[in-house]
């Protein structure tokens, strides 16, 4: 009793672009999960293009049924 056990069902997050493990912070792009560095090294128009496409589906998400 008061031990504590370790809880071992936290998933790791890993950066698709470089394979970092991705602790604090990451992007969640419709392409896949980024590590900060990795997306701003992507040009702002694919950022942009990303972003709009997760609006999107979101939306989609939302609207349908
Ligand atoms: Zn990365």
């Known amino acids: 009793m008061g031990k ?3 809880i071992k069902n936290r998933k790791t ?3 698709i672009r470089c394979g970092k493990e991705l602790k604090d912070g990451f992007y969640n792009s419709p392409e896949g999960i980024f590590c900060p560095s990795c997306w701003e090294e992507k040009p702002q128009e694919e950022r942009e293009r990303l972003y709009n496409d997760a609006i999107k589906n979101i939306a ?3 609207k349908g049924k």
């Open 60 to 62: 989609g998400f939302i």
């Open 13 to 15: 997050i890993i950066c």
């Open 4 to 6: 504590n056990t370790n």
